[in-house]
């Protein structure tokens, strides 16, 4: 999502959606900028493209409250996408049917997906709320991960590896995430990166130009699908508890 710029961005949905995933399941990080913008105002540009495609869009919000984000945030203010909540907005865009029961259930070709944060404790919170709406839990599937069992994510040790750059026809585009339903911890780096060691400690510098590397720490591992250092566990253990005596 990231490489098709934030100004690109409903033009990468089109893509995904038309060309390279036209039937069937897809799922779409939406939160990589403005959530709401995608799930509220793109949701609705695109939907003659949603409806004709055979098989569902499952947007993923993957950032901020997971309760508020679906269910509406009450203390957003009234009638804004926020205060609606996720499944709201695209029942008002798409419409569904409803059960007998009285629930309501999105049109076939749209749906959620929330992969980020979900413990036993929330995910009952949101089915909580959504039947507090009248709106059927079966709108919405919940990833099922670290949080829900061990709750030793990435995050325990700040480890994630993520891409910042990329060159299309030679011309470089940063890559970056910085969602609006996020509290800045999700906030990436962007563009070409330098680790600097000063005083010591190592330090991050980003959106850098490659004639900045000459004082870079960081070294070759992977390049043009060869592996350079091929370090061993036990070698990495070993630097670590060096460093750290």
């Known amino acids: 999502m990231c490489m098709g710029t934030c100004e690109g961005e409903i033009e990468t949905f089109r893509r995904l959606i038309t060309r390279l995933y036209p039937a069937g399941i897809v799922s779409i990080v939406s939160d990589t900028w403005d959530f709401w913008q995608v799930n509220n105002g793109f949701a609705a540009e695109l939907k003659p493209e949603i409806l004709a495609r055979e098989g569902k869009l499952v947007f993923r919000p993957d950032s901020g409250d997971p309760v508020r984000i679906i269910c509406g945030d009450p203390d ?7 205060f609606k909540g996720a499944v709201e907005c695209l029942w008002g865009i798409f419409g ?11 049109d076939g070709h749209v749906g959620l997906i929330y992969g980020d944060s979900i413990t036993l404790a929330r995910a ?25 069992y061990q709750y030793a994510t990435r995050d325990t040790f700040g480890f994630a590896v993520k891409s910042t750059y ?13 969602p609006k339903t996020d509290d800045g911890v999700k906030k990436s780096a962007r563009g070409l990166l330098k680790v600097m060691n000063v005083d010591g400690v190592y330090c991050l510098a980003d959106r850098q130009e490659l004639i900045d590397a000459d ?5 070759k591992v992977f390049c043009d699908g060869k592996l350079l ?17």
């Open 76 to 82: 957003a203010p009234a009638d804004s996408p926020a």
């Open 215 to 219: 004082d870079c720490s960081m070294q």
């Open 96 to 106: 569904g049917t409803t059960t007998e029961k009285g629930f309501r259930v999105l």
């Open 229 to 245: 250092i091929d370090d061993s566990i036990a070698a990495v253990r070993a630097r670590l508890t060096n460093k750290a005596a």
């Open 166 to 178: 990329g060159e299309i026809n030679g011309g470089g585009r940063e890559i970056y995430k910085d």
């Open 124 to 148: 009952e919170a949101i089915l909580a709320g959504l039947e507090a709406k009248g709106i059927a839990s079966n709108n919405v599937v919940f990833g099922v991960g670290s949080y829900t």
